[in-house]
């Protein structure tokens, strides 16, 4: 018991002087002006669509949705990929603001201030959960409305492709063998790749350097210089150097629809590291339910778009669209998983 109580503070320790180290401020931009929206009927969570909203006068401008990291990650991609998806239903532009800075803290922050109208949002992921639980920062998810959540998105642990590691036990062996020379690449700090690999480390028993990165496409790109031993992040972000043979995946944290031959973490002998990777978006606390009922009405004609659907299927992604309560409730229980994992 006092061995695990220790080892998770150590996990503390090291996750928050990442953090500490990498904590960068970051710059916003102006919040469209707000635009008053009529009233209409307000519809139920779930995984159904909300009811019809179309006598809303929303939207009339230009929506930015915020996210926290550069331009090529994971999330930035879903957005982007989303929006094209989404424009012809929105009659509007989809303006991605990419607000990387402070392990989250500059985006959410901005986010959460904005005047809720719906005119600015917030793409998010686990990072939403995982961040203010280790660094401490006051903006969390619960400062906003749930809007939509789209899939998870599975995290996997890979190398060069001629790298010596051909397993995650070839990887730990060598962890263990070389305390603290083994190198792994991660996103920013405070996302879910960053306590995967630091569980991994505790549960497994051995030592390895995180190496934090803004965005998923910078760590591979330090993982295909040889600047490091390996990554975890998100298969969308190295998903054309896997497939041109320059990456290859060693392991991942879920199985992946498109790709049961790759070991997961349970099938290396690590059931006990278990967590998804969602994806959403989130509306400002105070946001007129009506609009939000209106943003996931044309979401999810967005989510059922064919080219949508084949994006979350060549990345193996799991479709799972949520709204409302539903939505709330998978974010709370991620929050209830990874405290208990950190405390």
């Known amino acids: 018991m006092e061995e ?3 080892s998770k503070k ?33 519809a139920g969570g779930g995984e159904t669509t909300p009811e019809a909203t179309t006598s809303l006068a929303y939207p009339e401008d230009n929506i930015e949705v915020v996210y926290h990291s550069k331009a090529g990650s994971g999330g930035d991609i879903f957005l982007r990929t989303m929006g094209k998806a989404l ?7 989809w303006v991605v603001n990419n607000m990387p800075g402070a392990s989250g803290a500059t985006a959410f922050e901005y986010a959460a201030s904005a005047e809720p109208d719906g005119y600015t949002l917030l793409g998010v992921s ?13 903006t969390t998810y619960k400062d906003f409305e749930p809007v939509c959540m789209m899939f998870t998105d599975p995290m996997v642990v890979f190398v060069q492709e001629e790298s010596p590691f051909q397993t995650l036990a070839d990887l730990i062996e060598f962890g263990k063998a070389n305390p603290g020379t083994l190198k792994i690449a991660g996103g920013t700090p405070g996302e879910l790749g960053f306590v995967v690999g630091a569980e991994l480390m505790r549960v497994a028993g051995f030592e390895m350097a995180l190496v934090p990165f803004e965005g998923g496409g910078d760590a591979a790109v330090s993982v ?14 190295i998903a054309s150097s896997v497939e041109a043979g320059k990456l290859r995946i060693i392991a991942s944290l879920n199985a992946m629809p498109e790709a049961p031959e790759i070991p997961t973490f349970a099938s290396e002998g690590y059931p006990e590291i278990q967590i998804e990777k969602f994806r959403g978006v989130l509306a400002p606390k105070g946001t007129p339910q009506e609009v939000i009922d209106k943003l996931a009405e044309m979401m999810k004609t967005a989510f059922d778009d064919p080219d949508f659907q084949q994006y979350i299927k060549a990345n193996n992604m799991i479709p799972n669209y ?14 209830e998983q990874v405290k208990s994992t950190l405390e």
């Open 224 to 237: 295909l210089g040889g600047h490091v031993d390996g990554g975890i992040g998100e298969y969308a972000e």
């Open 126 to 138: 686990s990072t939403i959960i995982t961040a203010p639980l280790i660094s401490g920062m006051t």
């Open 87 to 93: 424009e012809p239903a929105l009659g509007v532009s």
């Open 10 to 42: 150590i996990l503390m320790v090291v996750l928050s002087l990442v953090m500490v180290m990498t904590l960068v401020v970051g710059c916003g931009s102006n919040t469209p002006a707000p635009t008053t929206a009529a009233p209409t009927t307000q």
């Open 4 to 6: 695990r109580i220790m």
């Open 322 to 335: 949520k709204v409302g309560a539903e939505f709330t409730a998978i974010m709370d229980a991620q929050h």
